[in-house]
């Protein structure tokens, strides 16, 4: 049973406030943790989140901690009612199934998905993200090789892994 997040963290649909909070949480995350050496101007989806996810069946949300960005999460509407879960990450003081962070951004994600009619909801992720994949295996999503991605999936250079949630 998964632990409910302290009640000072909420999840909410972003809004262009939130935007250096987003940066802030992610590049940091990518650069210093995992390596990738990549700037928030080498991702253009971080300067237009509303007219990248916000559109069709896709969104973006945050989790918060007060006015604090912690965590991300987005779904880019591919077609066909399929998506892209793009962006799912968690500030390291925030991880973990006792604050349940990532747990709450991923169920606001499905519920939302499925009240859209997603019908498949589709990552990338690396060879070297094991704890995400445990997770991604425990909520649902399988894996798929990349020959069985749609043609629409916005494959990433990184990405070697690849999974798919039906709705």
Sequence with gaps: MQTPAPAD???????PADQQGVIDVIVPIQREEFGIAITAQDQPDLKSIPDFYQTGTGDFWVAKQGQHVIGTIGLKDIGARQAALRKMFVAAPFRGRELGVA???????????LSRGVKDIYLGTTDTFLAAHRFYEKNGFTEVAKAQLPDSFPVMAVDSKFYVRRC
Aim: hydrophobic letters at 55%; charged letters at 20%.
């Design 103 to 113: 747990a709450l951004l991923l169920n606001t994600l499905l519920e939302e998905a």
């Design 9 to 15: 963290i909420q999840v909410s649909r972003f809004e």
